[in-house]
């Protein structure tokens, strides 16, 4: 059974439950095993790995990001190194890996439930937890103008450039922010207003229902899914609050 | 004959203006009327479209003395998501129309909205893309779509709700000579077999003529005129007969070489083709026209041209240096390119502003650039708007501005990419008149255009792109002996003043 097979609330559900143990696990050990969880359930629903590539960079960053933190500012444990005014305590290394590991199976379950489900189908979950079409298929409308926003600002910055305007180093990319930006701000409220209009124009609102092209429904197996994970957090919060040891 | 809508419009401002942007209108409209509205810049043509389908004054507020009535109905009292029982509308752009992220939804979602049946939706999806031309597009994602595949796409959004009057506003803006072609023959049919009453603002005078049977001319926000067809189509080509006398087509005379395009091939990152194993030599005073259908390459040409990409193969020498990161600044500060939408450049807060801006990037002196500002304004037209704000010119008047954005650095070569596209033909020969006087005055033009009748007119040297490919460099005196060739790759001159098709009202097209 393949991930796109599943109903978008089974994938929220499965999502909920990583971010649940990502935040309850203390232990590097608990926090490695609920990450290989995550990533071999992937590879066997979807066959490859490869979309997560792009996030390996955001999560280097971030992981840099927690060391340097924690290497400065933590002060638990026995101090191992000093150098002036920074101290470096035994316990800030453990810290910083189960903040990256936390990190990692938080962004990895994100990107998972996000790439896996269409703009059609994050709609149709929304008004499955009611909330009404109009703002609903919102989502849909974001997604579709994404691509066509990033080649347009990528025509701006290409006009500007004719014109003679800098934009090889950061600082020029800085010094050509109103040049390329406004007219991307502008662009944007004109294509608002229009494809607004067009909506409206094409009937959008005018009664509280709308026949949708596609529908969800959960099947058995996704009824059996999404059970069984309540289960597993109703079982872990009654044991947090009623330890069986 | 049934009268479906009668338009009377004593006056309509806007918030915080004065002048009104229309008034004085008074006409009926007849089902099964094909009426082409026409008119120059700014006269009002878009707001009088916006008054009909009820987007003035139920979206872009507006203060309207007079009445609107569709079918009997003031549309000061209809709801405007109601308003797709009555019209369908069509605006400029369609890429900003489009809702849905593949094709199928997007035709579908007007349908939806009515709350038909999913089985009625399929069958009327299907119908309609039939209809436009795109069979088996249901799957195709939106963003993949070409500009005249978006602009059908719209149409049958628009045609699939099966609303009495279809109102759109220069349809074929983004549309090749071909494209526009079909479009207008759809049109045409749907206004004949169906009686689907048709109102349009008109871009190009010659096609859309074949099919119409009213002719309203706007200026300053009122219809002064009323033609037939045919009277309107006299009357047009007489003038433009007139301006095109001025035209002497003498460029090219100076041998000095200012681009050399060598075995250039471009491929973008997703393996798609650019252009292949491009050869061109661009000589001083050349005003050359770069002529193909859309996706042809001419764009990719003109990108390559001043650097925004790097040749995949070949080289490209402009001003006797080869175009490279070094030579790079140097080569764009003696060249300009006017790109097809002014929008893309346009982010001050005043005309002057934006005209002064490359001279600002240069460090020149305050009094230069003032000096160089008002010439350049002066010479487009827009001194009087020199404090005004950008955005409050019209589509034209901003391509205007761009085009003077670009004078300002008194380039030697300029590369204009489509810049009549998306204005309707007065402004689109205003943009023209002013390039021709550049060239005249010894200026380097390369034009990248879909219109022929322009190509033909202005350039003294035709290159046609077909397949991202070079096809045929010649002379435009030389045109008539190769309008075989041409047309054999969808460039069909034959047909630019094809008013003569129609033969006592019947379309021979």
């Not at chain 1, 109903?7 to 232990?27: C, E, H, N, Q």
């Not at chain 1, 955001?58 to 444990?77: K, S």
């Not at chain 2, 597009?137 to 609303?163: D, F, M």
């Not at chain 2, 526009?180 to 603002?201: P, S």
Request: include cysteine.
């Amino acid at each position: 059974m393949g991930l796109s097979k599943l109903d978008p609330r089974t994938k929220l559900a499965w999502y909920v439950l990583m971010i649940y143990f990502s935040l309850i696990s203390g232990s590097a050990l608990q926090l490695s095993m609920v990450l290989l969880v995550e990533v071999v359930t992937s590879l066997i629903l979807t066959g490859s790995l490869k979309r997560y590539k792009a996030m390996l960079v955001v999560l280097f960053l971030l992981g840099l990001q927690i060391l340097t933190v924690q290497l400065v500012f933590c002060r638990e444990g026995v101090l191992i190194y000093q150098w002036g005014i920074l101290k470096i305590y035994s316990e800030a290394i453990p810290l910083a890996i189960t903040g990256i590991l936390k990190a990692s199976i938080i962004v990895f379950a994100s990107m998972r439930f996000f790439t896996s489900s269409s703009a059609q189908e994050f709609t149709l979950m929304l008004m499955k937890f009611k909330i009404p079409y109009r703002f609903a298929m919102l989502v849909g409308l974001s997604v579709r103008f994404l691509p066509i926003m990033k080649a347009e600002y990528i025509s701006i910055v290409d006009s500007q450039r004719t014109r003679g305007l800098k934009m090889e180093s950061a600082m020029d990319n800085l010094k050509g922010i109103f040049p390329t930006f406004l007219p991307f701000l502008y662009r944007s409220v004109r294509r608002a207003a229009e494809t607004a209009l067009a909506m409206e124009l094409r009937g959008y609102g005018r009664t509280k229902t709308r026949t949708f092209t596609s529908n969800l429904a959960l099947k058995p197996y996704d009824i059996a899914l999404i059970s069984g994970m309540l289960m597993v957090i109703s079982i872990s919060l009654v044991n947090k609050v009623l330890p069986l040891l | 004959m049934e009268t479906i809508a009668k338009v009377n419009i004593e006056k309509l401002v806007f918030p915080d203006e004065d002048k009104p942007a229309l008034k004085n209108i008074d006409f009926e409209i007849n089902r099964g009327d094909f009426i082409v509205i026409t008119g120059g810049v700014a006269s009002g043509k878009s707001v009088l479209l916006h008054s009909i389908t009820g987007a003035i004054p139920h979206y872009h507020k507006a203060e309207l003395t007079g009445k609107v009535t569709i079918m009997g109905q003031d549309i000061k009292d209809m709801h405007l998501n109601r308003m797709s029982d009555y019209v369908g509308y069509m605006m400029q752009e369609p890429q900003n129309q489009i809702i849905g992220l593949d094709v199928y939804e997007d035709v579908a979602f007007g349908l939806g909205n009515l709350e038909i049946p999913i089985k009625q939706i399929d069958q009327r999806v299907k119908n309609t893309l039939e209809f436009v031309g795109l069979s088996g597009y249901e799957n195709r994602e939106t963003t993949s779509l070409s500009g005249g595949q978006a602009q059908r796409v719209v149409l049958a959004g628009v045609l699939a709700l099966n609303a009495p009057i279809l109102v759109l506003d220069q349809p074929t803006a983004e549309l090749d000579p071909l494209g526009r072609d079909e479009l207008y023959k759809r049109l045409g049919q749907l206004n004949k077999t169906q009686n689907l009453t048709i109102i349009l603002v008109m871009d190009r005078i010659e096609e859309v003529l074949n099919y119409a049977n009213r002719v309203f001319y706007i200026q300053g926000g009122e219809i002064v005129k009323q033609y037939s067809p045919e009277a309107y189509y006299k009357e047009q080509i007489e003038s433009r007969k007139e301006r095109l006398k001025s035209l002497h087509t003498v460029q090219g005379k100076f041998n000095e070489l200012i681009a050399k395009v060598t075995d250039v091939t471009y491929t973008y990152k997703d393996h798609l083709s650019g252009c292949e194993d491009i050869n061109l030599e661009i000589v001083k005073g050349d005003f050359l026209a770069i002529i193909g259908l859309n996706g042809s390459g001419k764009s990719t040409l003109a990108k390559l041209l001043i650097g925004l990409l790097k040749p995949s193969k070949g080289e490209i020498r402009v001003f006797d240096q080869t175009l490279n990161k070094e030579k790079l600044a140097e080569i764009r500060f003696r060249a300009g390119f006017l790109f097809q939408n002014p929008d893309y450049q346009i982010f001050a807060s005043t005309v002057e502003e934006e005209v002064g801006f490359s001279l600002k990037l240069r460090g020149e002196q305050n009094e230069v650039i003032e000096q160089k500002i008002d010439e350049c304004l002066k010479f487009v037209g827009l001194l009087d708007y020199k404090k005004l704000h950008p955005h409050r010119l019209s589509r034209g008047q901003r391509q205007l501005l761009a085009l003077a954005s670009i004078l300002v650095s008194d380039p030697e070569f300029i590369i204009a990419d489509e810049p009549t596209s998306g204005l309707d033909e007065t402004q689109g020969y205003m943009i023209m008149d002013k390039l021709f006087h550049l060239s005249k005055s010894g200026k380097t033009i390369l034009l990248i255009t879909h219109d022929l009748t322009m190509a033909k007119e202005y350039s003294n040297r035709i290159v046609a792109m077909h397949n991202h490919r070079l096809q045929l460099d010649i002379l435009t005196r030389d045109l008539e002996e190769y309008l075989k060739t041409l047309k054999a790759i969808g460039l069909n001159f034959h047909n630019i003043i094809s008013f003569r098709e129609v033969q006592n009202g019947t379309v021979e097209a």
